[in-house]
């Protein structure tokens, strides 16, 4: 370690991105940086600052099943099994993609007892699944013909 010299720093100060960094990673041969926040991961260009590529995440760890599940704006849902991993690619065999919505997800929140989660996609439909992700209801938020003659369904899972 006594041979190593620094060749140069880089001060992201002025970044305007949501959230408290957390994290970050290089990117050497993009030339970008990831800064990972509450809000998600921003890549950001190491020479001009600016911001390429923004990725909300939503992310609910789920201590009865020990695991955390991540949902994506560009509509991924994985969950990720927790406990300490042996080696990296054990950890990645922990990791799990388990489905993805095409339209995308705008928010994701499990109900209490963590049976049920609903996601809101981007064309403001309410999608409800069981812990299993097994689809229980598919509902446009903004319906059209919504009147007294015409049913409706309320959600309420918090």
Not at 128 to 142: G, L, S
Request: some cysteine; hydrophobic content about 40%; glycine content about 6%.
């Amino acid at each position: 370690m006594r041979n190593l010299k620094l060749l140069r720093t880089l001060e992201f100060r002025d970044i305007q991105a949501p959230g408290k960094p957390q994290c970050f990673s290089l990117r050497g041969e993009q030339g970008t940086v990831l800064i990972g926040s509450e809000h998600g991961l921003v890549e950001v260009d190491a020479v001009t600052r600016e911001v390429k590529n923004e990725i909300p995440l939503v992310a609910e760890d789920l201590l009865d099943h020990e695991s955390v599940c991540v949902a994506t704006a560009s509509g991924d849902v994985i969950l990720f099994t927790t406990g300490t991993p042996m080696n990296f690619l054990k950890c990645l065999s922990r990791l799990e993609c388990v489905g993805n919505v095409a339209i995308g997800i705008s928010v994701m929140n499990w109900n209490p007892d963590q049976e049920l989660v609903l996601f809101a996609t981007g064309q403001q439909t309410l999608i409800m699944m069981t812990k299993d992700f097994e689809p229980i209801m598919e509902q446009r938020i903004h319906q059209d013909d919504f009147s007294e003659g015409n049913y409706s369904f309320v959600c309420n899972i918090l």
